[in-house]
């Protein structure tokens, strides 16, 4: 029962993490489109938008980064999930 408990503790501390990761990739978008309406307004009105567009490139890049890092979190919790079942499923010694 103790290592099924360490897996469960482990499991809930990730699924905090993916949550926190979901809130953290929507407000990125969330910054990401309002850059591109930041650089619109900024050729519309000819003006030199080229700290804006490096901005907007480190943004993507950022929430790319984000995302991958979001896909490792979910195999994470597919791992202790597996491990979870797996103790629990062994008799105990």
Known sequence: MGVEHSFQGELEAERLVLIKADKDIAE????????????????????????????????????????????????RIIHLEQCAKSSASQPAT
């Open 28 to 75: 990125g978008e969330q910054r990401l489109c309002e850059q591109a309406q930041r650089l619109a307004t900024l050729g519309r009105e000819g003006e030199d938008a080229r700290q804006a567009v490096r901005l907007e490139q480190a943004f993507s890049a950022t929430l790319d980064e984000w995302k991958r890092h979001r896909e490792l979190i979910q195999l």
